[in-house]
């Protein structure tokens, strides 16, 4: 429909080969815009820009490096004339008990998903004239449990708080800002866990449209939260199949759904 033709957008969390981001900027260029793609390895990013000649542009970026995301902003400015569309997929899978959760890995992950965030729409809106939309790629288990997961969860559940501040202060000059929240879904990320027999089969009970999701799902939420149709802000989109009706399937489960598929495979 090319709801998005003369937009542009920045995407950070795009370094990795056909994860989230990479999905979500291919759909951003599908309906008409252009797009800066940006992380720390340069190798995918190139591939990524090589893939759309004159829509995509690239910038290496960590997110919680002040210097580097206005360094972003900058790029974007540069090689786009500005910004209209700010998203914000990357993110750090730490799953470990509460009290084996290490003060080192608090900072890192507080700096990753929570000071990064909070630096990156902090340029984004400075590049930003009046009108536009930022996302932040948020996560169900911000507001729903899952073991083992207290860290990730209460930096992205913080990071949703700050993006409705930022709908609040900032509406008056026409941005949006909006969190999307998948479920389990299939990325790179989660490839290696869906070849555990019987693991995935543990979720998908908990979602009431009957799958897991996955990256097209969240990049088509993108596209409606991006474009001019959209009249929503300080928002926290749950495209996850109706898995916040339910919940997740807790430890012991997964692990008796787990053990019963390795006993039927032998």
Same mark, same amino acid.
């Given at each position: 429909?090319?709801?998005?033709?003369? %937009?542009?957008?920045?995407?950070?969390? #795009?370094?990795?080969?056909?994860?989230?981001?990479?999905?979500?900027?291919?759909?951003?260029?599908?309906?008409?815009?252009?797009? =800066?793609?940006?992380?720390?390895?340069?190798?995918?990013?190139?591939?990524?820009?090589?893939?759309?000649?004159?829509?995509?542009?690239?910038?290496?970026?960590?997110?919680?490096?002040?210097?580097?995301?206005?360094?972003?902003?900058?790029?974007?400015?540069?090689?786009?004339?500005?910004?209209?569309?700010?998203?914000?997929?990357?993110?750090?899978?730490?799953? %470990?008990?509460?009290?084996?959760?290490?003060?080192?890995? =608090?900072?890192?992950?507080?700096?990753?998903?929570? %000071?990064?965030?909070?630096?990156?729409?902090?340029?984004?809106?400075?590049?930003?004239?009046?009108?536009?939309?930022?996302?932040?790629?948020?996560? @169900?288990?911000? &507001?729903?449990? =899952?073991?083992?997961?207290?860290?990730?969860?209460?930096? %992205?559940?913080? !990071?949703?708080?700050?993006?409705?501040?930022?709908?609040?202060?900032?509406?008056?000059?026409?941005?949006?800002?909006?969190?999307?929240?998948?479920?389990? &879904?299939?990325?790179?990320?989660?490839?290696?866990?869906?070849? !555990?027999?019987?693991?995935?089969?543990?979720?998908?009970?908990?979602?009431?449209?009957?799958?897991?999701?996955?990256?097209?799902?969240?990049?088509?939420? @993108?596209?409606?939260?991006?474009?001019?149709?959209?009249?929503?802000?300080?928002?926290?989109?749950?495209?996850?199949?109706?898995?916040?009706?339910?919940?997740?399937?807790?430890?012991?489960?997964?692990?008796?759904?787990?053990?019963?598929?390795?006993? #039927? #495979?032998?």
């Amino acid at each position: 429909m090319m709801r998005l033709q003369g %937009k542009r957008a920045v995407v950070l969390g #795009a370094a990795g080969k056909d994860n989230m981001g990479q999905v979500i900027g291919h759909r951003l260029i599908a309906e008409g815009a252009s797009v =800066l793609v940006a992380g720390r390895k340069k190798e995918f990013l190139e591939q990524f820009v090589a893939a759309h000649p004159g829509k995509a542009f690239m910038a290496t970026c960590d997110i919680t490096s002040k210097a580097d995301n206005d360094a972003l902003a900058k790029s974007a400015v540069e090689q786009m004339g500005g910004v209209d569309i700010a998203i914000n997929a990357s993110g750090w899978g730490l799953l %470990k008990p509460f009290l084996e959760t290490t003060a080192e890995e =608090l900072q890192q992950i507080g700096d990753l998903q929570f %000071k990064g965030p909070f630096l990156f729409f902090q340029s984004m809106i400075e590049a930003m004239g009046n009108g536009g939309s930022l996302i932040q790629i948020s996560s @169900a288990t911000a &507001t729903i449990m =899952l073991n083992d997961h207290a860290a990730y969860m209460g930096t %992205k559940a913080g !990071t949703d708080h700050v993006i409705r501040c930022i709908a609040n202060e900032f509406g008056d000059r026409g941005i949006k800002a909006n969190s999307i929240s998948p479920g389990l &879904t299939e990325t790179p990320m989660t490839a290696a866990n869906g070849k !555990t027999p019987g693991l995935w089969e543990a979720f998908v009970p908990s979602y009431p449209l009957g799958r897991v999701g996955t990256s097209d799902d969240i990049a088509a939420a @993108a596209v409606w939260l991006s474009s001019d149709e959209c009249f929503m802000t300080g928002q926290n989109l749950q495209v996850n199949g109706g898995l916040t009706l339910r919940r997740n399937p807790w430890k012991h489960e997964i692990q008796a759904s787990v053990m019963a598929a390795m006993q #039927a #495979a032998q």
